[in-house]
């Protein structure tokens, strides 16, 4: 079969062959077939070799981490999958720990070991290559009718991960759903734009603060589906602060530090600051430390970091995909800013990054 991977040990990426055509090795399991995958940042992190570990005893990692597949096979204890279902996979798995509470509960996002792996990232090939078998434990289904756009799905569960969270945080006020507060989507990438979606679903009135000045195609989109885009080049933070009023959420999806930290002082009464970003390790950049205590104390903040997701997370962007769809069917499409072949890899994983998400196309 044929795959996109890392070599770290040559430090190469490359497009290569992937020998071993994976078979059902238990009852539970199925095997799919890709149809497309998702490129992130994560997998351009791995292809700089800063991230990213092959699984033991291989030289190679085979990339990918946001796919959409179709069920080509099922073994016998399969249950809830048939043959021709399509199915987008979670990424994380279990760690191998009887003593680890979150893993043995399936909910290997909060694993308290470390020992956990993930599929394309962390000791286990990903999906960037033709067939993968899986537990259907870890596959989602997904109607056909989402197609179209299912490879959104995973990138999707960051946003629904992250607002399950502050629900949960949040439960100690009277905050109901969200629905009237104020959100701030800091970054115009994937994350931010489907994050921004998932706001405006639940109520929220919502900005979404980048740099690029408009006009420009992220902005256009952002303004379609009802949030309202803010250039950090055009409009200062103070000035955006009295556009937005008490500011109830910010919703990081940049991965920058920098800004990240500038627009805490500007979280709102009783606010949660999420961040969804990885940023690269980078030399200290200095920050208000006493003020920004202060600030988080008098106001009752709480700043939380999330990443992965559980499966209610997956069903919840399954559930939200059709909603969006059904809401802003243009601006989702235009979101998938480009397919291409499995050839394109190179320009894809290490050329400068462009459009929104770009998916590589395998089996159509
Ligand atoms: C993936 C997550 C993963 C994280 C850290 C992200 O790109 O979407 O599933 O947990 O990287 O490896
Ligand atoms: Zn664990």
Redesign the pocket.
């Known amino acids: 079969m044929r795959a996109v991977g890392v070599i770290p040990k040559k430090r190469e990426v490359a497009l290569f062959d992937h020998h071993v055509m994976p078979t059902l090795s238990e009852p539970g399991h199925a095997k799919i077939r890709v149809i497309e995958v998702g490129i992130?940042?994560?997998?351009r992190e791995i292809c700089s070799f800063a991230?990213g570990t092959p699984p033991d005893g291989s030289d190679y990692l085979v990339l990918g981490?946001?796919a959409l597949g179709e069920v080509v096979e099922v073994g016998a204890g399969v249950t809830r999958l048939k043959v021709g279902d399509l199915v987008v996979p979670?990424?994380?798995r279990p760690c191998p720990h009887d003593h680890c509470p979150s893993c043995v509960v399936g909910r290997q996002?909060f694993c308290f070991t470390g020992d956990f792996t993930?599929r394309g990232?962390?000791m286990v090939h990903g999906y960037m290559t033709e067939f993968f078998v899986e537990d259907e434990e870890h596959l989602n289904r997904v109607p056909a009718d989402l197609r179209d756009v299912a490879v959104l799905v995973?990138?999707l569960?960051?946003a629904e991960k992250a607002l399950a969270q502050v629900t949960a945080v949040q439960s100690r006020l009277n905050w109901g759903n969200g629905a009237g507060k104020t959100a701030v989507v800091l970054g115009a990438g994937p994350i931010g734009i489907l994050g921004a979606m998932a706001l405006v679903v639940r109520g929220y009135k919502t900005f979404v603060y980048s740099r690029s000045a408009e006009p420009n195609p992220k902005a256009a989109l952002v303004n379609s589906i009802g949030a309202k885009y803010i250039s950090s080049e055009t409009i200062s933070l103070a000035d955006f602060q009295k556009m937005t009023g008490n500011i109830d959420l910010v919703y990081e999806a940049l991965g920058v530090a920098k800004i990240s930290f500038e627009v805490m002082k500007v979280l709102g009464l009783n606010g949660v600051f999420v961040f969804t970003g990885?940023p690269p390790h980078k030399p200290a950049i200095p920050v208000e430390a006493d003020s920004l205590m202060r600030q988080m104390v008098l106001m009752n903040q709480v700043i939380i970091g999330t990443?992965?997701?559980d499966r209610a997370a997956f069903e919840g962007a399954i559930a939200d995909l059709a909603i969006f769809k059904q809401r802003w069917p243009d601006a989702l499409r235009n979101i998938i800013s480009g397919r291409f072949p499995m050839e394109s890899y190179r320009d894809l994983l290490l050329g400068k990054a462009t459009g929104i998400k770009n998916v590589i196309t395998i089996g159509g």
């Not at 992130?40 to 997998?43: E, V």
């Open positions: 992130c940042g994560t997998d991230y981490h946001e979670s990424v994380r996002d993930e990232i962390k995973e990138p569960t960051v990885i990443v992965n997701a």
